[in-house]
C-alpha cells in the first residue's frame, strides 16, 4: 500500500513526466503559431467523444495520455480559433498553473496560503488604482465572471436594503435594473438572490445595442409603482453578445441621483483600463461601487481567475460575515488576509500567482499591448465585413466582438437565419476555423471573437473565402 503511494508522490516520475510535458506542450504551441495548416478543433459529436475516453480508461496507453488531450482539445492558441472569450494563455502561466495545483495553498485562511493571499492584495490595490478608485478600495480574486457578479449583488444588497435579508431572509420585493443585452449570469444571479423575474428590471436597448439609459427614469418608476424596491444598476462593459459598451457614466449619474448601487460587469471589457487607446470605452467605470474583470478573458491568463473590486473597501468583507471560530477569528480590524470572509469559496486555487507573475515578468503595459491589439484587430475585420457585397455588420465593433452575417436579397430573414445556422455548423466540423453564433432581434449573426493577438487579416479574409466556397 505505502508503496504504491510512493510512487504517486515520487520526485523522480514527476520531473520525468513534467519535462516531456512541456516539450509536448511547447511543440503543440509552436506548430499552432507557426503552421498555417493546422486546425482549431477535430469535431466529434458528444456520443462519440464519451466513448472514446471509456474505452481510453480502459485499453489506452498511460503514456499516450497527455498526448491524446493535446489532440482532441479545442485549440485557443491557434489564430484561426475566434470563437469564444477565452484567451490565449501566456506560456508562463502554464507553470503558474502547474505551481498552484503542487504547492495547493487552499488559501481561506492566512497560514493556508501566506504568499497568494499577500499577492492577492497587491494585485487587487494594483487593478482598484488603475479603474481610478483610492486607497480606500479593496478587491478579492474569485473563480470566474458569473461568481464575481453575484457576490457583487449580495454585496449590494446589504448595503443598500435596509432589512438584515442575510439572517432574517426577504421581507419585501426586491429589484435590479440591467440592460437586455447584458450577460444571462446576471439573470442568474438575481434569481439565485430570490429576486424573481419581477425583480430583473430588464432596460430595452437602443439600436445600436447599448442601454437606452434614456428611459431609465421611467423604468425605476414603474418598478416602484408595482411595488418593487430597486437597490441596484448593472452596466455591461461589454455586452458578450454584441461586443458594446454601455454608457457607465450616464448609468453613473443616474444611480448616485436615486441612491442605488453601481454595478459594472466589466468580465470581458474591464482590461480595457489598460489600453491608451481603448480606455475611453469604459469612462465612468471609476464611479462604479463595484467591478468584474476577468482574467481569463482579456488578461492572457488560465481559466478562472477573476477580480472582484469595490470602490469601498468595507464591502469587500461586510457581505458574508458570519461566525467561524475554527476558522476566522472575529475581528474589528479589516484582516483582509483572510480571504474566506469575502468569497463564497472557503477554499480557492492560488490565483494571484497567474496575475502576479504576469505583472512582474511583462509589467502592466503588456496589457496595453493586448487589448490594444485585439480591438484594433476587431476594427479591422468589421471593415473587411463592411466592404462585402456578400456579408453585413449586426453594427460597427466596439471592441474585438464581430457579429455578422450572409446576407443574399433573394433569401428570406429565415431562410437567412437556416442558412448562417449551416454556415456555422459547416465550419465546425470542418474545423479550420472556430467560430460561434448569436441571435439579435430574431436575426441569427455569426460570432467572432480575436483573442489571439496573432490572427491577422489574412486569416479574417480566409474565413469569408471559405464561408462563400461553402455556399457555392
Known amino acids: 500500500m505505502l508503496k504504491n503511494l510512493k510512487q504517486v508522490y515520487s520526485p523522480v516520475d514527476f520531473r520525468k513526466r513534467g519535462h516531456e510535458l512541456i516539450d509536448q506542450l511547447a511543440d503543440h504551441l509552436d506548430a499552432q503559431l507557426n503552421d498555417e495548416n493546422t486546425k482549431t478543433l477535430a469535431w466529434h459529436i458528444p456520443e462519440d467523444e464519451r466513448t472514446f475516453w471509456i474505452d481510453f480508461l480502459e485499453k489506452g496507453d498511460e503514456n499516450q495520455l497527455f498526448a491524446q488531450i493535446i489532440k482532441r482539445i479545442t485549440v485557443v492558441h491557434n489564430p484561426k480559433c475566434i470563437g469564444h472569450q477565452v484567451t490565449p494563455t501566456a506560456p508562463i502561466t502554464a507553470l503558474t498553473a502547474m505551481m498552484s495545483g503542487l504547492l495547493n495553498n487552499g488559501m481561506a485562511v492566512y497560514e ?46 446589504k448595503a443598500k436594503v435596509q432589512s438584515d435579508i442575510w439572517n432574517e431572509g426577504h421581507k419585501q420585493a426586491l429589484g435590479i435594473m440591467v440592460s437586455e443585452e447584458a450577460h444571462y449570469c446576471v439573470d442568474r444571479a438575481a434569481k439565485i438572490m430570490g429576486l424573481g423575474e419581477k425583480g430583473i428590471i430588464k432596460i430595452p436597448s437602443t439600436e445600436n445595442y447599448t442601454m437606452n439609459t434614456a428611459i ?23 455586452s458578450t453578445a454584441t461586443g458594446v459598451y454601455d454608457d457607465l457614466s450616464t448609468i453613473s449619474k443616474f444611480a448616485q441621483e436615486y441612491d442605488l448601487w453601481f454595478h459594472v460587469d466589466g468580465a470581458h471589457g474591464g482590461a480595457a483600463i489598460f489600453s491608451e487607446k481603448h480606455k475611453h470605452t469604459v469612462t465612468g467605470i471609476q464611479y462604479a461601487d463595484s467591478v468584474v474583470i476577468d482574467g481569463h478573458k482579456m488578461m492572457m491568463l488560465p481559466t478562472i481567475t477573476t477580480a472582484l473590486l469595490f470602490k469601498n473597501g468595507n464591502h469587500a468583507h461586510a457581505t458574508f460575515s458570519q461566525k467561524a471560530d475554527y476558522l476566522l477569528i472575529q475581528s474589528k480590524d479589516e484582516d483582509w488576509y483572510n480571504k474566506a470572509k469575502r468569497t463564497f469559496e472557503c477554499t480557492k486555487t492560488m490565483m494571484s500567482i497567474h496575475w502576479y507573475t504576469m505583472f512582474k515578468m511583462y509589467g502592466e503595459g503588456i496589457f496595453d499591448d493586448y487589448v490594444t491589439t ?46 448562417n445556422s449551416k454556415i456555422r455548423q459547416y465550419l465546425l ?32 479574409n480566409r474565413l469569408l473565402s471559405k464561408i462563400l466556397d461553402y455556399l457555392q
Request: charged letters at 25%.
Open 112 to 157: 493556508m496560503g501566506m504568499a497568494p493571499s499577500a499577492m492577492e492584495r497587491v494585485v487587487t490595490d494594483l487593478l482598484c488604482k488603475k479603474i481610478g478608485y483610492n486607497t480606500h478600495s479593496r478587491g478579492f480574486l474569485t473563480s470566474g465572471g458569473t461568481l464575481a457578479n453575484l457576490t457583487a449583488l449580495l454585496a449590494a444588497r
Open 216 to 238: 431609465l427614469e421611467k423604468e425605476l418608476q414603474k418598478a416602484k409603482t408595482s411595488g418593487i424596491e430597486v437597490f441596484a444598476i448593472v452596466g455591461s462593459a461589454p
Open 374 to 419: 485585439l480591438y484594433d484587430k476587431g476594427k479591422t475585420f468589421g471593415k473587411i465585413i463592411e466592404d462585402s457585397a456578400n456579408f453585413e455588420l449586426a453594427i460597427k465593433p466596439n471592441s474585438n466582438i464581430i457579429c455578422f452575417r450572409y446576407i443574399d436579397k433573394n433569401l428570406s430573414e429565415q431562410q437567412l437565419n437556416d442558412l
Open 429 to 460: 466540423e470542418d474545423g479550420e476555423f472556430y467560430i460561434v453564433q448569436t441571435l439579435l432581434r430574431d436575426t441569427r449573426y455569426l460570432r467572432c471573437t480575436v483573442m489571439n493577438p496573432f490572427t491577422e487579416k489574412e486569416h479574417f
